[in-house]
């Protein structure tokens, strides 16, 4: 007799430190809230608060639970967390990111009741030694290691996670319809001038994004045309030194710190060329976001960046740190309409054919399904007790 595997309804639990507004936080929400719910029954788990993502999911009618970890290693937020798994039962428990990677692991155990995916959505040099370690100790704990792009797989093979046990599965972007509505109402609203240039940067203000080098760039793009005016979006850490730095290089009145706004994919489309100073990436969601809206775009030529943008085509890739390159290359693009108009439409093309939402949710979907069936398939070989 041939038995299914599919003919019940896949538990799904998603753990993830926060659903702060962030890109692995905005994945993770828009596969819970897509999935189909004719075969996955969704509970999210999230470390230590909520955040803007919470009221996304509840409004899609998925479960969220919040555990409220208080420090890196919390035993009470962890017990917590098993507790919560056991009562909810799950088929599989998908992590994101590095803390609830570790604690979904840890909880579950060597020979966990559950088939355990951990999602690794960057290139980790940042990683200290122990945690490097941590990830090691816990391979054998990890049925299936999700890597957003080529580089973040390549990452991991490079620390020792075996290979046919990782699987690539890229951002999804959705592709808005184009339209400049807006604009006159954004100059405005910061003081520019109608025929203002808008490069834009959409992103943590931490060291790893060098939005210091796009201050660079501004300064010497400015002096190359007048019209040039830097929009950077997100909070961090390094606000109040980039703020002090634009009054420094004296370029403080060609750029606006916009913090974070919850209209950014609206703004993204209303710029003139989008940039992207990082040193290390996963797959950046602003990026694509910035694609998909027509946006060309000058980025650092690192090898997330590759796998989205082939210079001259979608946009130009730049060398890290070549503030120089910057200004030339978007100089290139805002004296030049026809060009900037080609580049931003190759770059929509790309992201519509290639990194669609409903793509990305259906390579999940079909990962689940196979770590389903081999569960239950296990369980049907198993001797009774």
């Known amino acids: ?17 926060t659903l702060d507004r962030s890109g692995a936080e905005k994945q993770m929400t828009l596969l819970a809230s897509r999935l189909p719910r004719d075969e996955f029954e969704v509970h999210v788990f999230a470390l230590t608060r909520g955040g803007p993502f919470e009221q996304s999911l509840r409004e899609a009618d998925v479960p969220v639970t919040i555990l409220g970890k208080r420090w890196k290693f919390d035993p009470a937020s962890m017990l917590r967390l098993r507790s919560a798994l056991r009562e909810f039962k799950p088929d599989i428990v998908h992590t994101w990111l590095f803390a609830a990677n570790a604690y979904g692991r840890i909880v579950g ?27 090691q100790r816990l391979i054998h704990r990890t049925d299936r290691l999700v890597g957003n792009s080529q580089s973040v797989a390549e990452f991991y093979r490079e620390h020792g996670f075996p290979e046919d046990r990782m699987t690539v599965i890229p951002n999804g972007i959705a592709v808005p319809e184009r339209s400049p509505k ?32 796009l201050l660079w760039s501004i300064q010497l793009l400015r002096q190359a045309d007048a019209r040039a005016c830097l929009l950077v979006i997100g909070e961090g850490p390094e606000r109040d030194s980039l703020v002090q730095r ?26 003139d060329v989008y940039w992207l100073g990082s040193d290390f990436e996963g797959m950046s969601n602003s990026l694509m ?25 979608q946009g130009y890739l730049v060398n890290v740190g070549d503030g120089l390159g910057f200004a030339q290359f978007t100089r290139r693009l805002i004296e030049d309409a026809e060009l900037a108009r ?22 999940h979907a079909k990962l689940y399904r196979e770590l389903s069936a081999n569960r239950q398939a296990t369980k049907t070989l198993q001797p009774p007790r």
């Open 246 to 271: 634009t009054l420094a290089l004296e370029c403080d009145k060609h750029v606006r710190f916009l913090g974070h706004r919850s209209d950014a994919s609206r703004l993204l489309s209303l710029l």
């Open 109 to 135: 155990g060597g020979r966990s009741a559950w088939k355990t995916v951990v999602s690794e959505r960057c290139v980790d040099s940042w990683k200290a030694g122990w945690q490097l370690w941590l990830d």
């Open 182 to 213: 807006g604009r006159e109402q954004l100059l405005e609203e910061l003081e520019l001038p109608a025929d203002a240039k808008l490069i834009g940067h959409v992103g943590r203000l931490a060291k790893q994004k060098r939005v210091e080098d």
């Open 342 to 363: 080609k580049l931003g439409e190759a770059g929509r093309t790309h992201m519509r054919e290639e990194f669609s939402i409903d793509k990305m949710v259906q390579s």
């Open 289 to 313: 976001e910035a694609m998909a809206a027509g946006v060309p775009v000058v980025v650092t030529d690192i090898p997330p960046n590759r796998e989205l943008v082939q210079h001259d085509q």
């Open 1 to 17: 007799m041939q038995i299914s595997y599919f003919s019940a309804v896949i538990k799904l639990a998603l753990v993830i430190p």
